[in-house]
């Protein structure tokens, strides 16, 4: 019973028993006042959700024309014989009309259900190809079916044959979610992921759990279980093969991720087998010509130390020493590089004073090189930045070991600091020939050695840069180059500065550590 629909029926009645009285007294016969409360009946069917107020609606309105317009008036006796007769046919009338009109009412609503639940596959199908994880692709999925059935739903997708984490969706928050997630439920997804057939609720198997559960499979695999919460309401026919062909979709989606999420792996995969080859083949290679070197000066010192001058032994010596320092560089390098690699890089950061990190640097540059004459341009202002010292000390002694072999002996070479914004700027100019601009791109890449050629013929690997940048972009900053005027390079590199705060100092007035 509906108290709307009620109001409509008697609304329809009155309506039509008033025009009738008013077609009475114009003098109109019976047969259009029958017509009225036929048209009456009809408006019932339209209006009304139930079959049973039309028919109603039909008798009352037999009932009225009997009482109000057939003599005796204002009884419910009929005496003329073809009256019955007519109240029968209206009555036929108004059912079968009412019948109709209920039947078309029906189609209508069911065509529009049909085509809202196609409009959700065709949805689902559209939105699913723009999503790009499993995550997102269980999400929308859950959404699309929750517009379809406006049911509880719970999903669990599959972890190495088993049931993953579980993902509940409620459309319903009347009950509580753990009736979904019990021990039992558990039991019947996990009987329905290793059956691969339909459980729980309304099957065979385990009818008593709170959903009915099916897979998500594509073929035989089996990407995820879901279970949809059926308290006393079956699934329409329609629904379940709409509920089919989504959940087919949704599998299809996550085959398709997992396919992606493969061939990117096997591609990083390779990606570092192909570097690690790299790497061993240019190490090796780079490894062999100081060490002969180093082997071959030492041999020739044990053997015929005492044969030889000064000089040549002071060249001798430095030869060993020049070329055990590369080595040391090239390893400290490689051990940073492959750490990056292996993304373990354990970055210490603490605030420290540019002014000390660059006369480090310089300490070790001037051990090694007499050849170039190194300026530092201090900043005015006491610059600060929180940094891993080691590493970026192992930036600047790069940058300026480059400015060093890639330009001529005597030539100059600065080191600038500045303070801009809220970044320190450190640079590196040389006076060499610079770096051409369609090389500029790729000199920060592993192995990438350009076509300029080292001043004193020493060996070139394609790594200094690649570190810096690894560096420093571990570090949250940039790393650049560009063109110094006249001609050779500026490199500078940007760091987060560091305000120090009185609680960073202890009582002797030095800074904590982090
Ligand atoms: P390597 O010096 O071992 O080749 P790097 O990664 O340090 O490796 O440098 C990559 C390339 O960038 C070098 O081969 C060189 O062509 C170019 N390059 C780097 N620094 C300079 C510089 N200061 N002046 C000119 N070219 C440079």
């Not at 009285?21 to 048209?39: C, T």
């Not at 087998?273 to 090796?284: C, G, P």
Request: hydrophobic share 40%; net charge negative; aromatic share 8%.
């Amino acid at each position: 019973m509906n108290a709307r629909d009620i109001a409509s029926t008697v609304e329809v009645l009155l309506c039509a028993t008033g025009i009738c009285l008013l077609f009475d007294r114009l003098g109109f016969s019976a047969s259009n006042i029958i017509m009225v409360y036929i048209v009456g009946v009809l408006f019932t069917a339209i209006l009304t959700n139930w079959q049973g107020y039309s028919i109603l609606s039909s008798i009352v309105s037999v009932l009225l024309f009997n009482f109000f317009f057939i003599e005796p008036r204002y009884t419910l006796l009929a005496f003329e014989k073809e009256y019955p007769l007519t109240f029968f046919v209206m009555l036929l009338v108004a059912f079968i009309a009412s019948s109709l009109t209920v039947k078309l009412k029906k189609h209508a609503r069911e065509a529009a259900q049909a085509a809202y639940r196609m409009q959700i596959l065709f949805d689902t199908n559209r939105l699913l190809e723009r999503v790009k994880n499993q995550t997102e692709i269980v999400a929308l999925t859950a959404k699309q079916l929750g517009k379809l059935l406006n049911r509880n739903l719970i999903i669990y997708l599959c972890q190495n044959g088993e049931l993953g984490k579980v993902n509940v969706f409620m459309a319903d928050d009347s009950v509580p979610v753990d009736i979904y997630t019990s021990e039992y439920e558990k039991k019947a997804a996990s009987w329905v992921l290793h059956n691969n057939k339909h459980g729980g609720a309304t099957t065979d198997h385990m009818p008593d759990a709170k959903c009915m559960y099916l897979t998500i499979r594509v073929n035989e695999i089996v990407y995820g279980v879901i279970g949809i919460a059926i308290e006393k309401t079956r699934l329409e026919d329609f629904e379940e093969s709409v509920l089919l062909s989504i959940l087919g979709e949704c599998a299809f989606a996550l085959e398709n991720e997992q396919t992606r999420r493969e061939k990117e792996e096997a591609t990083a995969l390779a990606i570092k087998e192909q570097l690690r080859a790299n790497l061993l083949r240019s190490i090796s290679h780079d490894l062999r010509t100081p060490l002969t070197s180093i082997s071959g000066n030492a041999s020739n010192l044990i053997s015929n130390g005492e044969e030889l001058d000064q000089k040549t032994k002071v060249k001798l010596y430095t030869d060993i020493y020049d070329n055990s320092m590369w080595l040391i560089n090239l390893v400290e390098n490689l051990l940073a590089v492959t750490k990056i690699e292996e993304g373990k890089m354990n970055i210490r950061m603490a605030p420290e004073l540019i002014e000390d990190v660059l006369n480090e640097a310089l300490h070790h540059m001037q051990r090694m090189n007499q050849n170039h004459e190194i300026h530092v341009e201090y900043s005015d202002e006491l610059l600060m930045a929180k940094m891993d010292a080691k590493l970026i000390i192992q930036v600047i002694i790069n940058l300026i070991e480059n400015a060093t072999k890639y330009t001529p002996d005597g030539s100059q070479i600065w080191i600038m600091s500045k303070k801009q914004a809220d970044r320190i700027l450190i640079s590196v100019k040389d006076e060499g020939q610079g770096i051409p601009d369609d090389e500029k791109e790729y000199i920060f890449d592993m192995f990438y050695t350009g076509v300029q050629k080292i001043a004193d013929g020493r060996r070139s690997v394609g790594f200094g840069l690649f570190l810096c940048k690894s560096i420093i972009e571990a570090h949250g900053g940039t790393i650049t180059v560009s063109d110094n005027h006249p001609h050779g390079s500026i490199f500078t590199f940007s760091l987060e500065a560091y305000q120090p705060r009185m609680e960073d100092y202890n009582v002797n007035g030095e800074l904590y550590d982090e």
